[in-house]
């Protein structure tokens, strides 16, 4: 799958993720509703594991695919949301917390934001 982009390439690969979930569950509903009373049952158990499986998988799939779009529109920390400076400072203020770093490369932390 290629990378997103434009906008329209990220909203493009979210829906076509999400539309191939929703024919598979679509498909296994139709066989539950064909099957007998016994493999019904065992048919809904499984369509309840699939539902799960799928929305995990569609959420991972378009935080990732969010995410990897954001990096490369390569947006200054200015234009975006806080989060994402947080996110870039705390990990290496809690490594710097830990090494014995120099005061000017404790600085040069502190510049970057």
């Not at 158990?45 to 779009?69: M, P, Q, S």
Request: aromatic share 12%; charged share 25%.
């Amino acid at each position: 799958m290629s990378k997103p982009y434009s906008e329209a390439d990220f909203s493009s690969q979210i829906t076509e993720d999400r539309s191939w979930r929703i024919r598979e569950i679509s498909d296994l509903k139709a066989a539950i509703n064909k099957a007998d009373s016994n493999l019904r049952r065992v048919l809904l158990r499984g369509l309840i594991t699939i539902c799960y499986a799928h929305w995990e998988g569609y959420v991972r799939f378009a935080a990732r695919k969010y995410l990897e779009h954001v990096a490369l529109r390569k947006f200054q920390y200015r234009q975006i949301d806080r989060q994402f400076l947080r996110n870039y400072f705390l990990p290496r203020l809690a490594a710097l917390s830990t090494s014995k770093a120099s005061l000017v490369e404790r600085c040069g932390l502190l510049a970057a934001c």
